[in-house]
């Protein structure tokens, strides 16, 4: 059963994917959903946010071998998901 909670602890956990397609289908039968379109707006604007980003910190943390880049990449991924 898809439902807002579930949407909710799947978004907790980082899956932004999963939760938001949860609240398409919650959306889809009830088209009226508030919390539902609120949700979709947030995460759609995050994978926008970072799509392009993604693609460049993928080949940065293919081609990490210093402590430093490591550094670099954890505090990206704390920005990226905070």
Do not use: C, H
Not at 49 to 72: D, S
Request: glycine fraction near 4%; charged fraction near 30%.
């Amino acid at each position: 059963m898809q439902t807002l909670t579930l949407a909710n602890i799947y978004e907790l956990q980082g899956l932004k994917e999963d939760a938001l397609e949860i609240y398409k289908e919650i959306l889809k039968k009830d088209p009226s959903n508030a919390d539902a379109k609120i949700a979709i707006r947030r995460l759609s604007g995050m994978r926008k946010k970072f799509l392009g980003v993604n693609n460049e910190m993928k080949t940065f943390f293919i081609q990490m071998e210093e402590e430093a880049e490591f550094i670099q990449f954890e505090r990206w991924l704390m920005k990226a998901w905070n």
